[in-house]
């Protein structure tokens, strides 16, 4: 059985209105463990929509997505959330991380819930800021970051509860050519870990480095 | 947010203060007072009482002294002013800034209106003016002048402002009542205000009496009527102040909704959203609350009450003259946490709830 697969999911927005929009349309896919995955097509094609509902973040409209076994389809939001705390880390197209917030606060952000102390998070946060190359700006907050380390912390948090399933959505889109080249040693670092990594990308450099490419065309897997 | 919430606290608590601080002295002016006020009965209401009515009062037994007093509001320079005409001996016990006791002729006023009037020792104030005819087109005024013999303190309370003092025969002459008195003041000894009581009205079936409970209960209702005014006032402007929190907490503000979908795709439940919102809410209360009593006790203790007292304390201006009472309890402080609470859980918490139930996506939308 598939780690991740996906079954006929269809994501409608304002369903059977006159202004309905089709961001899915019976999308059906097998994604291995392990394995590093990239979503691409055209913009508007539905790549973050997909990559958005595989990783808890979203709900389809009809289909069923399943994950290591588990139908997503009808699990309450307090074990989506559980789900999205053990085994899903994601990394927005804008980083979403919280101004005004050090880079470590941010990254030990999903530890709050678990009750780890506070020095246990920043020690955890610290390193995992170490380990994307930001070990010096712990103490920054994103809007003295470029967009490049704000990508960086994005990253650390998302693994900062160690999952097996790396999202991230259009990651070279805000970063310069130096910065895609670091992401890329990152990545290639996760997936010898074991990580199965989900990308939606058109970028060429990315596309070089993954297993699979799946591609959208308005909605529909065309690849 | 926290100014918000300030904003609204603050007038409330300095209100209470004020509130709480007239009544406080209301009470001891009447525990200090006389303990029955005699006067005649006049188609149901309070008359002038014979001055001559004071010597079998005397002799009632328990009765200490009887003081008759000659009450009435003027206008000294355009100010209004109250004028309290009591036998001389009696004025002994007025602990004078400057001057003297007044002698006949002489009166003396409070501090709170010589600053304002600008009057010293020795000015002459006109009192009692009067146009007793028009003939011929000409006016025949009665004046009455005064000399000002003594200033007294009216830090010992907010009646003694804007008072004015004299005998009481003068003062007869002002308000052209010889041989009355608007009052008596009988001052009994412990225990015995019932039995003088029953006295006084066995004296004079006409006589209105009204004991120190009764003159309490008067304060009560009136405070209590001010302080209804008051709540009913405070309710509307916390109403109002609801959609101005909701506005400012962030019903509908992107930035929280966002800051929330954070949370919950990096893997928090909803309770744990709304935990952090009430723990926050909390937060705010008790800066709010604390911060609002200390700006209120500023106000009313360094500023004397600048604006809000005139709403409490009746025939002052804005900027009082006299040192406003106020009594900060520990209630209204109690009461303003409980208020920033409220008003911070329901800017709060429904949108928080709303943005966390939603998916995370949808809210980062």
């Given at each position: 059985m598939s780690f991740i697969r996906c079954e006929c999911v269809w994501k409608i927005y304002?369903?059977?209105?006159?202004?309905?929009?089709?961001?899915?349309?019976d999308v059906s896919l097998n994604i291995e463990k392990d394995s590093f995955v990239i979503f691409t097509g055209p913009?508007?094609?539905g790549k973050t929509t997909l990559i958005s509902i595989i990783g808890c973040i979203d709900r389809q409209t009809r289909g069923r997505v399943y994950i290591d076994g588990k139908d997503?389809?009808?699990?309450?939001d307090i074990a989506l959330s559980s789900l999205r705390q053990k085994r899903t880390g994601f990394v927005f197209q804008n980083f979403n991380l919280i101004q005004g917030l050090p880079a470590w606060e941010n990254v030990s952000m999903p530890l709050i819930p678990m009750g780890i102390k506070e020095n246990n998070r920043k020690h955890t946060a610290i390193h995992l800021l170490k380990r994307v190359g930001l070990s010096e700006r712990h103490?920054?907050?994103?809007?003295?970051?470029s967009g490049g380390e704000q990508q960086r912390v994005a990253i650390a948090r998302a693994l900062v509860n160690n999952p097996d399933i790396i999202i991230l959505d259009?990651?070279?889109?805000?970063?310069d050519v130096d910065a895609v080249g670091l992401l890329i040693d990152i990545l290639s670092d996760l997936k010898r870990e074991g990580k199965t990594i989900l990308m939606a990308s058109h970028d060429e450099n990315m596309l070089k480095n993954a297993d699979i490419i799946h591609e959208l065309k308005r909605g529909r897997l065309v690849k | 947010m926290i100014l918000c919430l300030v904003a609204i606290l603050f007038p409330f608590i300095s209100a209470i203060a004020i509130l709480d601080g007239v009544k406080s002295q209301s009470r001891i002016s009447v525990d200090e007072g006389a303990n029955i006020y005699v006067t005649m009965d006049m188609y149901g209401r309070n008359g002038v009482i014979p001055i001559e009515m004071v010597e079998p009062i005397k002799k009632v037994?328990?009765?200490i002294k009887a003081v008759p007093r000659a009450i009435g509001r003027i206008y000294i320079s355009g100010k209004l002013s109250v004028l309290l005409g009591i036998p001389?001996?009696?004025?002994?016990s007025v602990s004078f800034i400057k001057g003297t006791l007044p002698k006949s002729g002489e009166i003396v006023i409070g501090k709170g209106m010589a600053d304002a009037l600008n009057l010293n020792i020795n000015d002459s104030i006109t009192i009692?003016?009067?146009?007793?005819a028009i003939i011929d087109d000409t006016p025949y005024i009665i004046k009455r002048e005064y000399r000002i013999a003594g200033i007294f303190d009216s830090?010992?309370?907010?009646?003694?402002?804007?008072l004015v003092m004299m005998s009481i025969d003068d003062a007869n002459s002002v308000f052209e009542t010889?041989?009355?008195?608007?009052d008596i003041a009988v001052y009994v000894k412990p225990g015995y205000e019932a039995s003088v009581s029953k006295s006084l009205q066995r004296i004079n079936t006409f006589f209105r009496l009204q004991t120190k409970g009764l003159v309490k209960t008067y304060f009560e209702r009136g405070f209590n009527i001010k302080g209804g005014i008051f709540a009913a006032l405070y309710t509307l402007a916390f109403a109002l102040a609801i959609p101005a929190i909701l506005v400012s907490s962030g019903f509908g503000m992107s930035e929280r909704r966002k800051e929330i979908g954070i949370l919950k795709a990096t893997g928090w439940q909803t309770h744990d959203v709304l935990e952090t919102v009430l723990f926050e809410n909390m937060v705010l209360a008790m800066i709010s609350a604390p911060l609002s009593f200390i700006i209120s006790f500023v106000w009313v203790r360094l500023f004397n009450?600048?604006?809000?007292?005139q709403f409490f304390i009746a025939?002052?201006?804005?900027?009082?003259s006299f040192p406003v009472p106020s009594k900060f309890m520990p209630l209204p402080f109690l009461l303003s946490i409980f208020f920033s609470l409220v008003l911070t859980m329901v800017g709060s918490i429904y949108s928080a709830w709303r943005a966390a139930t939603v998916p995370p996506a949808e809210a980062l939308r």
């Open positions: 304002n369903e059977a209105k006159p202004y309905e929009v089709r961001a899915l349309e913009s508007g094609s997503l389809t009808d699990l309450s103490e920054h907050s994103p809007e003295e970051m259009e990651p070279t889109s805000n970063i | 037994d328990g009765v001389m001996d009696e004025l002994s009692g003016v009067r146009i007793m830090q010992s309370g907010i009646w003694a402002s804007d010889e041989g009355f008195a608007t009450g600048f604006f809000i007292a025939g002052i201006e804005s900027i009082p």
